[in-house]
């Protein structure tokens, strides 16, 4: 793939931060943000929103988050079904949100699917993801969560 | 008035009912809700809504077909587009198509409430 570039990071860090401070009235904070390459391998939490990319852009983006953090979120939401249907519907919601937000920049171009949604590991998630994706990971509260952002264009 | 709520995410469907009861509004009676455009078509003709909110990233019909074909069978309907696609593009196609209003997500309850009543005035 080709790299991503910084301005377009902070397209995702700013979909990030709108996202939690609308939804919850707080900004998530940005614990750090990585290439992963070699050994480092992207992170799969409990719950994971998986968006494929088509149009002029190839690649998919993805969020990834903890169950804990998907509950929280619900009740932010005041949305007291928590199964574990709810989160996965939660957290390909996330994954949508946050890839529609970033047309701001990448423009009606980058054509965003319907969420794929997965619970824990999955080989479909990693085969979806090509080499060297880069990593937002987020801590909102004391929960964690990652975007996965693995663009190039066609 | 009877409104329409249209989103493939069952917690927006959900959220959205649940902002419909805030006083600010005018009374609305939710006739129906649905995950995908189909759906929607299908209750769009049956229940003849005045009021619609429509997410547009929906598999088996998009939001954009979906409005434009609500807006065929009846022009008058008020459908207010909630998506999170923020390219303004997709607005302009969303609002020649037929919407009259654009509300990106994420959303306050405020901001949704807003929207309503600039769509209905």
Same mark, same amino acid.
């Given at each position: 793939?080709?790299? =991503?570039? $910084?301005?377009?990071?902070?397209?995702? %860090? #700013?979909?990030?931060?709108?996202?939690?401070?609308?939804? /919850?009235? $707080?900004?998530?904070?940005?614990?750090?943000?990585?290439?992963?390459? #070699?050994? =480092?391998?992207?992170?799969?939490? *409990?719950? /994971?929103?998986?968006?494929?990319?088509?149009?002029?852009?190839?690649?998919?983006?993805?969020?990834?988050?903890?169950?804990?953090?998907?509950?929280? @979120? @619900?009740?932010?939401?005041? $949305?007291?079904?928590?199964?574990?249907?709810?989160?996965?519907?939660? %957290? #390909?919601?996330?994954?949508?949100? @946050?890839?529609?937000?970033?047309?701001?920049?990448?423009?009606?171009?980058?054509?965003?699917? %319907?969420? /794929?949604?997965?619970? #824990?590991?999955?080989?479909? @998630?990693?085969?979806?993801?090509?080499?060297?994706?880069? %990593?937002?990971?987020?801590?909102?509260?004391?929960? $964690?969560?990652?975007?996965?952002? *693995?663009?190039?264009?066609? | 008035?009877?409104?329409?709520?249209?989103?493939?995410?069952?917690?927006?469907?959900?959220?959205? +009912?649940?902002?419909?009861?805030?006083?600010?509004?005018?009374?609305?009676?939710?006739?129906?809700? +649905?995950?995908? &455009?189909?759906?929607?078509?299908?209750?769009?003709?049956?229940?003849?809504?005045?009021?619609?909110?429509?997410?547009?990233?929906?598999?088996?019909?998009? &939001?954009?077909?979906?409005?434009?074909?609500?807006?065929?069978?009846?022009?008058?309907?008020?459908?207010?587009?909630?998506?999170?696609?923020?390219?303004?593009?997709?607005?302009?196609? +969303?609002?020649?198509?037929?919407?009259?209003?654009?509300?990106?997500?994420?959303?306050?309850?405020?901001?949704?409430?807003? +929207?309503?009543?600039?769509?209905?005035?």
């Amino acid at each position: 793939m080709v790299d =991503i570039t $910084e301005r377009e990071i902070e397209v995702f %860090v #700013g979909a990030v931060n709108r996202y939690f401070a609308q939804i /919850t009235g $707080e900004k998530a904070k940005i614990r750090s943000s990585f290439l992963a390459e #070699g050994e =480092i391998h992207p992170p799969i939490y *409990d719950f /994971t929103g998986l968006i494929s990319l088509s149009g002029r852009y190839r690649g998919c983006i993805y969020f990834s988050a903890t169950k804990i953090m998907l509950m929280r @979120l @619900l009740l932010a939401m005041q $949305e007291p079904r928590q199964t574990d249907a709810h989160l996965l519907d939660a %957290v #390909g919601e996330i994954a949508n949100t @946050l890839a529609g937000n970033a047309r701001e920049y990448f423009g009606e171009d980058m054509g965003i699917s %319907v969420p /794929t949604t997965f619970q #824990g590991p999955s080989e479909r @998630l990693e085969a979806a993801v090509r080499e060297r994706p880069y %990593v937002i990971m987020i801590k909102w509260k004391q929960y $964690e969560a990652a975007v996965i952002i *693995d663009i190039a264009k066609k | 008035m009877r409104l329409l709520i249209v989103d493939d995410s069952s917690i927006i469907r959900s959220r959205i +009912a649940r902002i419909m009861g805030d006083p600010r509004l005018p009374s609305l009676k939710i006739v129906g809700m +649905a995950k995908n &455009g189909v759906e929607a078509l299908e209750l769009f003709s049956n229940a003849q809504p005045e009021l619609v909110t429509m997410d547009l990233t929906m598999p088996e019909m998009d &939001g954009v077909e979906c409005t434009e074909s609500m807006a065929r069978l009846n022009p008058q309907a008020n459908i207010l587009v909630v998506s999170a696609l923020s390219d303004k593009a997709t607005a302009i196609k +969303a609002l020649k198509r037929g919407a009259k209003g654009f509300l990106y997500k994420p959303f306050t309850d405020e901001q949704l409430i807003g +929207a309503l009543l600039e769509v209905m005035s």
